[in-house]
């Protein structure tokens, strides 16, 4: 008697196919498929629906997939060869908002097909103990795919929204004589005031191909600004902003915003806009833009960077309340000591603000340190880990009137100036006498600024130093007495400041006196107890020199 094997059909094949049709499959083949299922949906979204569900689902969702996969490349594509324009789509408000409703639908398509897994794996049929085990795993691919699509749409919303509150939607500006010149202004805006009075005023020239730039830092007490030839504000003051003592350069903003803002329809901050025009014409170079910063909520700017790491060349106070009949200031709230430091918000902004004891041109280049160290240390790492808190701050901090359409040429352009030689000019010391700020010479600046900037766009260095923080000159003869210790003022230039000019990595911070005594808290505000502030001057007399680190 003969026997033979009924073969079977293909569709009795099928139904034991263990990852299709699992009731048949062993307890740990079950288990493994979850996982597989799992890992397909977060690595290959539609294809653990392609092998195991509704192949329909699985072919629609993979094509999804595959054209995601493509946009990415091509994005990747164009960061190598046209970053400008890359950066360009994502800032557009139109662009951005369309990315944004794209990422929720993709984020919110990936969350139901992690959900439809879920009923592919059929946790009913796993194994009692490897129950929760497949449904954590499935819980944290949903989270790692759709959670981190839905964080970036909420990021770029986040962004988009700051661009459109800090930048203008006007036209784009065009380089002049193949640079960009931004004037970078730091002031206040109290309740008690029409406008911001801009204490810190700066001029950032870019080569517009190369990214080489260059730094003209006019202190705020310049006198008799020239306009530029275009500003409304020449027919008020054609020789010039000389209307007395009173008439200072960081005063145009606060007098036009309150008396002759009719004289600029249509601009949104007329006394920025006059004094950008009062700065281009002292300067006798075209200022296309400004940036305008609040320096009461700079600090919250510097917070949300996690604070800035300088080196500090002396001893800052943040000096306490001014004594308008004395023309002094009381007891220090606190010092910043010399040496390497690490800064929040509040002792950033009292290190860029505090001229007591110095004047104004250690100050300025305190500013410049302090705004150094935020351009150095906002690197992609910083700016992604706090994106959030850098942007919202943003808003409350920054506004300008460059337009947001070119932020990406701008963006590109800062990014090939990072690591480069940037060149330095202050109208005043150290490029200029102390009085010079009082009695101009622009014949004399218009020839500085012409060489810096021929300077700033050759390869080779053109006679100006790179890099350039001046300290202030020591005192003169004689002795500094605090409590029984005399500190001999003609060598304190022995015990650290430098010659007039240096490279900020160079110098060595005044920690000790001549005498080799620790420069302390205690001991400065027992200086300032006694009422000898010349011994503080003298100790603290190269607190200007800084470098970011």
């Known amino acids: 008697m003969t026997s033979s094997k009924v073969p079977r059909s293909a569709s009795d094949t099928a139904l034991t196919d263990p990852v299709r049709y699992p009731v048949s499959a062993s307890s740990p083949v079950r288990t493994k498929r979850g996982f597989v299922l799992v890992l397909l949906t977060l690595l290959v979204p539609g294809s653990a629906q392609l092998v195991a569900g509704d192949r329909r689902l699985g072919r629609a969702a993979l094509r999804v997939t595959l054209c995601a996969w493509a946009v990415i490349v091509l994005a990747v594509l164009l960061l190598m060869l046209n970053r400008t324009l890359l950066i360009n789509i994502v800032t557009n408000p139109f662009a951005s ?17 992690f959900i439809n897994t879920l009923r592919l794996i059929r946790p009913v049929l796993l194994a009692p103990s490897a129950r929760p085990a497949v449904v954590i795993c499935l819980v ?55 406008g911001r009075r801009p204490d810190s005023l700066s001029v950032l020239s870019v080569d517009a191909e190369t990214g080489r730039t260059a ?109 308008d009949y004395s023309q002094t200031h009381g007891m220090p709230l606190g010092w910043i000591p010399a040496g390497e430091q690490t800064l929040d ?59 947001s359409s070119q932020l990406g040429s701008f963006v590109d352009l ?16 150290p490029d200029f006498d102390a009085s010079f700020s009082t009695v101009p010479d622009f014949d004399q600046i218009h020839e500085r600024v012409d060489q810096l900037l021929a300077s700033a766009s050759s390869a080779q260095s053109a006679g100006i130093p790179d890099d ?64 000898n502030e010349q011994a503080i001057r003298e100790l603290v007399a190269t607190n200007g020199l800084c470098a970011p680190l």
């Open 97 to 113: 908002l369309a990315i944004v409703i794209l990422l929720v639908a993709l984020a919110a398509g990936w969350a139901m097909l």
């Open 140 to 194: 944290l691919a949903l989270v790692l795919g759709s959670g981190s699509l839905s964080y970036l749409a909420y990021l770029l919303n986040v962004g988009r929204n700051a661009i459109g509150s800090i930048f203008s939607s006007g036209p784009a500006i065009d380089p002049v004589d193949g640079r960009y010149n931004f004037l970078m202004m730091g002031g206040d805006a109290g309740d008690d005031r029409t």
């Open 215 to 323: 730094i003209i830092s006019v202190p705020r007490n310049l006198q008799n600004a020239q306009f530029s030839e275009d500003s409304p504000m020449r027919a008020v003051y054609p020789d010039g902003y000389n209307c007395g003592d009173e008439c200072l350069i960081n005063a145009i903003n606060t007098e036009v915003t309150n008396e002759y803002a009719d004289l600029y329809p249509g601009v949104a901050d007329p006394g920025a806009q006059a004094t950008l025009e009062a700065v281009s014409g002292t300067l006798g170079l075209t200022v296309q833009a400004y940036v305008l910063v609040d320096m009461e909520g700079f600090a919250k700017l510097i917070d949300a960077m996690g604070g800035i790491k300088i080196k500090a060349g002396g001893w800052v106070p943040m000096s306490g309340y001014f004594d």
């Open 345 to 403: 918000g509040d002792r950033a902004l009292w290190y860029g603000r505090s001229r007591e004891f110095v004047d104004d041109y250690a100050r300025i280049q305190r500013q410049q340190c302090v705004q150094q160290a935020m351009l150095k240390q906002l690197d992609p790492g910083t700016l992604l880990s706090k994106f959030e808190d850098i942007a919202n701050a943003g808003t409350k901090v920054v506004d300008s009137n460059i337009s």
């Open 414 to 429: 800062a990014m090939k100036a990072k690591g480069q030689d940037v060149k330095r000019l202050t109208i005043g010391p």
């Open 468 to 531: 350039v923080i001046a300290a202030p000159a020591a005192g003169g003869g004689g002795h500094i007495q605090a409590s029984g210790v005399h500190f001999p003022v003609a060598s304190l230039a022995g015990a650290g400041s430098l010659p007039r000019q240096s490279t900020p990595s160079d110098f060595t911070p005044v920690t000790t006196t001549p005498d080799g005594e620790p420069i302390t808290e205690a001991l400065l505000n027992q200086l300032k107890r006694e009422g």
